[in-house]
């Protein structure tokens, strides 16, 4: 039977809602209204990555699960303790909050820890592919970590991304990766180097303007 959507239509749909984005954000009267949509484009690129992995088993969506869960619990100790990545707070940008804590962020990480396991498939069953996979992670982070303020994502406490944020990115994110090597979780996917690249794309371009006087805040 043929699929609804096809892996063609799923890349383009990826790359012109990035590529959109990237200039919605750019253009501070209508960046209220992309700032809205940004739980919207979180909950597509997971869907396009769930709905295109294959093999499709149990073991895959509770490690899948896992994630979403596991990695929600740490943003929402995280905020309400500071036990975990520093003193910050979430901002309307990312949509309803539980415990201040936006219920799409498991989400997030889910596409990225997916994204970087799927196209790291050659050194996915060496010992330190959670150890490069984890440092690729936090290198991504340290990318979006400016736009995110910038956006209203989430904001610091002193303005500063304190360094304890980037260790409990390396070590939840080796976690997860860890058990995705020790599981043997197959991740097939046609999709996911496009959004991994996209994604990418996205943050460097508006990290960059961040930091240019095109940007207005």
Same mark, same amino acid.
């Given at each position: 039977? /043929? ?6 239509? %799923? /890349? /383009? ?31 597509? %690129? %997971?869907?396009? =990555?769930? #709905? ?5 088993? =149990? ?12 990695? #929600? ?20 940008? +990312? ?7 936006p219920w799409v962020i498991g989400l997030n990480w889910l596409a990225l820890i997916y994204c970087?396991?799927?196209?790291? /498939?050659?050194i996915r069953n060496k010992w330190y592919f959670p150890l490069i996979g984890a440092a690729a ?16 994502m989430w904001s610091w406490t002193g303005g500063s991304v304190p360094l304890k944020n980037y ?9 997860? +990766?860890?058990?995705?090597?020790? =599981? ?7 999709? %996911? ?5 996209? +994604?990418?794309?996205? #943050?460097?371009? +508006? ?11």
């Open positions: 039977m /043929k699929k609804w959507l096809t892996v063609y239509e %799923a /890349k /383009k749909f990826m790359i012109i809602w990035y590529t959109v984005g990237i200039i919605g954000f750019s253009i501070k009267p209508v960046r209220p209204a992309f700032q809205i949509l940004t739980p919207l484009g979180m909950i597509v %690129a %997971a869907f396009f =990555l769930m #709905f295109f992995h294959e093999p499709k088993n =149990l073991k895959s969506w509770l490690v899948f699960g896992s994630i979403v869960i596991g990695t #929600f619990l740490a943003e929402m100790i995280g905020v309400n303790t500071q036990l975990l990545f520093g003193h910050y707070e979430y901002g309307p940008a +990312l949509g309803f909050l539980i415990w201040g804590t970087v396991s799927s196209v790291a /498939k050659p992670l936090v290198a991504f982070d340290w990318i979006i970590e400016p736009v995110a303020i910038a956006t209203g260790i409990d990115w390396f070590l939840i994110s080796a976690f997860f +990766l860890f058990l995705i090597r020790i =599981l043997k979780i197959e991740m097939n996917n046609r999709v %996911a180097g496009v959004i991994l690249c996209m +994604l990418f794309i996205f #943050f460097v371009v +508006l990290n960059i303007l961040t930091r240019t006087p095109l940007w207005i805040p």
